[in-house]
């Protein structure tokens, strides 16, 4: 049995945190007609989740029409949870977008109850992260907390620290990736996810290492206490991401018990 949270999140009949890690398929596409190919594919690549890169979007900065888009999206993939992201370009984020925009598009989405998680960087700091959790109160949309570095893995020390002053921010799902340069980095990532879980035995949470080196952590992370992987479905959205029908198959052999 692999270290489970305390508190699962329960979103649309699906559990973050429980015997199985979650498989989240990203959607990148840039127009309406590439996203709307991408998410009437989602059906028959079944994932758990779907994630939503609104940062690649050639009209993001348009809320009305981004927000038509995300209620086509919903519409496509049916009961299948959203993480609705935008990624900011110092994160390894597509493109740089407004914040005006980012947050706009995210209050309307709540609004609607059309996504059920919304990612936010931790380096917005603490009051604009507390005004996320004032804007999703009463919702059933829950908070990523994120973290993501594409050129180095810190310390595990760094990493553990960092999962926690997430958690300490009001994440209701604690976030972290970081790209290894060598083999140590990518245990020192599955360490801290487990001493993470062990100190914060309540809070879900999602680490990996990037790449092909960090491969193993997207197919084993779960055994260290992390509760969602990413897959690719049409086109990844991070390095090392494997596609989805594999990735399923070989968690179902890794963990059993949660079939």
């Known amino acids: 049995m692999r270290p489970q949270p305390n508190k699962p999140i329960v979103s649309r009949g699906r559990v973050l945190g429980g015997p199985l890690p979650l498989v ?5 596409g840039k127009s309406r007609e590439e996203i709307s190919k991408e998410a009437g594919n989602i059906p028959s ?60 598009l995210y209050r309307e989405a709540t609004r609607e109850a059309l996504v059920d998680f919304i990612d936010v960087e ?4 603490d009051e604009k992260i507390r005004e996320v959790l004032a804007m999703i109160a009463g919702s059933e949309t829950y908070l990523i907390v994120s973290s993501h570095d594409f050129e180095k893995t810190p ?3 760094v990493v553990f620290s960092t999962l ?7 994440a209701h799902v604690a976030k972290l990736a970081a790209m290894p340069r060598c083999e ?17 035995p309540d809070t879900p949470v999602i ?32 390095p090392g991401q494997i596609p989805a029908a594999e990735l399923k198959s070989c968690l179902a052999v890794i963990h059993p018990d949660g079939n």
Not at 122 to 125: A, E, H, I, N, T
């Open 164 to 170: 926690a002053a997430q958690v300490r921010a009001g």
């Open 24 to 28: 989240c398929v990203p959607l990148v």
């Open 122 to 125: 931790l380096v917005y700091g």
């Open 207 to 238: 680490t990996m290492s990037m790449g092909g080196p960090g491969a193993v952590t997207r197919l084993t992370g779960g055994l260290f206490g992390s509760d969602l992987t990413f897959a690719v479905g049409s086109k990844a959205s991070a």
């Open 184 to 200: 140590e980095d990518v245990l020192a990532m599955m360490t801290a996810t487990l001493a993470f879980r062990r100190e914060y």
């Open 155 to 157: 310390s595990k020390e």
């Open 45 to 104: 690549i079944a994932p758990d989740i779907i994630e939503l890169r609104v940062d690649a979007w050639e009209f993001v900065e348009d809320t009305a029409l981004s927000l038509s888009m995300i209620r086509e999206v919903r519409k496509a993939v049916g009961e299948i949870p959203i993480i609705l992201t935008c990624r900011g370009d110092w994160e390894g984020g597509f493109k740089k977008v407004s914040d005006e925009a980012k947050f706009s």
